[in-house]
């Protein structure tokens, strides 16, 4: 079967005052429909961005340098405005990260959504109707009718990020992208938030791409993980393969850190700090606060390794010395 779609050494360059920066670097994957892949990094790793280059929709300052997007098998770069409006409208959706951002606080939720439903399809304001009851049921708000009556600041965050997966899913899309659509919820709030996008992917076979900084999130909701570092994928392949063996010893760091991660909402526990953008170093970019890193880690850009190609998904790390850190992994701090 064909790739729902394929990214290929993908390169993303803001310009900014300082110049060019590459804020993500030889980023590639492929995802098949109804395949769901968390993607988690620290705050700056590129999540965001990556997002927007999946739906074209990068800021104005933001453009795709090198490599190429593929939704079946077609360049995004080649389809016309006309297309590229309806891949948008029809095909791909996107939950932002920020939902006041994304609503529009002076209108009613109900007006909302039918409005995107007229936008994306051509229903009668009748049919858009019904089909906005039909979303909210299937985002599980139970009093619909009161929902969406109210303004987008009357709804806790937990409604809000329902009303804008319902916005979402109204263009009945293939890939639903999520950009940390549980961050700011309360514990339960998150698990019934989760309990959505999975039974999503069941029921429609929607395949999904969910950004987080929480990794139990991914494991609890991915069939396919990716890390991401300073704009690079660290290490990517089945969630079984990145969180019980993991190779990179970025990715390592990180599960030895869980419990702190959670209390603290943040992934900054591996000692040390992400190089600005324009500083990234010609090497490994994790050299800096590598526990296994040596000078040939600093001499020339790492490529990805196949860890395993034979597995339930490919299994790849950017890391010369995996097989060390594998032998010899990083381990939770005992206290
Ligand atoms: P967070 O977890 O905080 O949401 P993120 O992983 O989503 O972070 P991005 O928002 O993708 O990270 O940002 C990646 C890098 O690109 C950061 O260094 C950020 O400052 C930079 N960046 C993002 N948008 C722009 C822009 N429009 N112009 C210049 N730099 C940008
Ligand atoms: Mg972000």
Redesign the pocket.
Known sequence: EESLIEVESLTVT?D?PDGD?H?LRDISLSLDRGETLGIA?E???????LALALLDYL?E??RITSGSIRYDGRRIHDLSADELRALRGNRLAHVP?DPNTALNPALRVGEQITETIREHTDKTTRAAQERLYELLETVQIGDAAYTADQYPHELSGGMQQRVLIAMALSCDPDLLILD?PTTGLDVTTQATVLDLVRDLNESFNTTIVLIT?DLSVIANTCERAMILYAGEVMETGSVSQVFNSPTHPYTQGLLAAVPRIRDERTMNSVPGRTPA?AEIPEGCVFADRCAFSTADCRTAPIDMTAVDADGEAPHRTRCCHWEDAVSDPIEPETV
Do not use: F, I, P, R
């Open positions: 803001y900014t920066v804020a990094g705050s700056g790793s590129g999540k965001s961005t800021d300052n933001g990260q940390e900084h953008l």
